[in-house]
């Protein structure tokens, strides 16, 4: 794909950034302080994040910086292969990344549904090493943040919802290993009659609007706990980030990424259905076509597409040859692509190439011919349920799953 726009992106980025270390390598030689002391003051001072509780860097080129968390652009994927590289995997946490001693943590399960343990101050305990130790399982997944889109339900639809404004950079993929839930609820004496698992993280308690509502946590029906599930350690082959849950997280393919908790300390497997804020005040739809007290607590994601490029940003015509982008559906594989570089009056079949994980995307082009000036790019994928993605998204008060056909705007030049 040479003489792809983005691939001169990719090449402008790693100058730039190349440009940065030369710079600071520079200061350093011309700085005072002999080179071979190794003091922290003859390193240039790192840059101030722009998200504080956020570990790992954060560079201008690769993320948007969205309150506590961080959204990938989609230029940065660009280039890349199948999985996002954990360098732009977005990052979204209610309060910040913990610093958690994987020599002392303890995985604990307890509950009336178990049979070893239903007391809590008596829990099934798995250490880091007993948990790596277990037979391990890796699949390809995205975790996409329900909000992911939410933006566009005001800048596309003219509605006002309320959360983080996301663009689409809110999802990632990557492949996780670790061990199946199934095997832990197993080994920790499951009972029959279970019905739910409530995972819940080690961050910070979260407080929204002064009341706190306690550690992130979220109950998981018992039949997807045991289905797909995964307790992983690993993402893409090194040990999961603090960022993104270390020492272990969910991965509950398919399903909103709340579900996916992070720094998991415990889970509580109960005989009785269990709740908690996060599946009764958010991640359900609230709005005039809802109960009062919302929909159902939402489970699968749905169709999505984006192009690999800016979001209303500027490329060059002699790059701009091919499109390029990735689709991806809670509901199974995408099967078919459709993308319109003319705000909609035409459309064509994008070419779908290279893997298509079931729970992951499936990356696609389509030859482009823009004259210069300012387009509308679109995307429609269709998923192996026949779902399709709309012209318009529901409206609900908190935004999620926008699923609409997103109308890109890109200026040619
Ligand atoms: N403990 C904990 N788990 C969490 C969260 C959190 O703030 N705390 N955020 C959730 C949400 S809303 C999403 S979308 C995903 C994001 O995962 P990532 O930050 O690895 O991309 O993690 C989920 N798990
Ligand atoms: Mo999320």
């Known amino acids: ?7 001169a992106t990719v090449h402008e980025l790693s100058r730039r950034r190349l440009l940065r270390l030369t710079a600071g ?9 002999p080179l071979l002391a190794g003091t922290a003051a003859a390193d240039p001072a790192p840059a101030p994040s722009p998200v504080p509780g956020i570990v790992k860097p954060l560079p201008p080129e690769l993320f948007i910086p969205q309150g506590t968390n961080a959204e990938m652009r989609w230029e940065a994927m660009a280039g890349q292969g199948y999985y996002t590289p954990i360098d732009r995997f977005f990052v979204r946490n209610h309060t910040a990344t913990p610093t958690i001693d994987a020599r002392t943590w303890r995985l604990k399960l307890w509950g009336d549904g178990l049979r070893r343990s239903p007391a809590e101050d008596a829990p099934v305990e798995f250490s880091y090493a007993a948990l790596r130790a277990l037979p391990s399982h890796t699949i390809a997944a995205s975790i996409e943040c ?5 933006s566009l339900y005001t800048t596309q639809q003219g509605q006002t919802v309320s959360g983080t404004a996301w663009k689409l950079g809110a999802v990632g ?7 199946r839930l199934s095997t832990l609820l197993e080994r920790a004496g499951l009972l029959k009659d279970a019905v739910d698992v409530m995972p819940r993280g080690l961050d910070a308690e979260w407080v929204d609007k002064g009341r706190n509502l306690g550690h992130v ?27 993104h849950g270390f020492p272990a997280r969910l991965v509950v393919p398919s399903w909103v990424g709340i579900a996916s908790i992070k720094w998991l300390g415990d889970i509580q497997v109960s005989r009785e259905p269990l709740s908690s804020p996060w599946n009764t005040s958010y991640y359900r739809f609230f709005g005039p076509d809802y109960p009062p007290e919302g929909s159902a607590p939402l489970t699968r994601m749905n169709v999505k597409s984006a192009f690999e490029l800016p979001w209303d940003g500027t490329v060059q015509a002699r790059d701009a040859r091919v499109l390029h982008g990735r689709s991806w559906s809670g509901g199974g594989r995408v099967r078919r692509v459709d993308v319109s570089a003319d705000g909609g009056a035409t459309w064509r079949r994008a070419r779908l190439h290279g893997p298509a994980a079931e729970h992951g995307w499936v990356r696609w082009a389509a030859p482009w011919h823009p004259a210069a000036g300012r387009h509308e790019l679109l995307a429609r994928a269709t998923d192996a349920t026949g779902a399709v993605q709309p012209d318009a998204a529901p409206y609900n008060t908190l935004g999620y799953l926008f699923g609409a056909v997103a109308r890109h705007p890109i200026t040619v030049q």
């Open 173 to 179: 993929v990557a492949r996780w290993r670790g061990v």
């Open 146 to 150: 329900t909000g992911n889109g939410r």
């Open 217 to 243: 946590r979220r109950p998981l029906p018992i039949a997807k706990a045991l289905d797909d599930v995964l307790v992983a350690y690993e993402m893409n082959g090194r040990p999961l980030p603090p960022d």
């Open 25 to 33: 390598a520079g200061a350093a030689a011309l700085g005072a302080r």
């Open 1 to 7: 794909m040479n003489g792809h726009p983005t691939d």
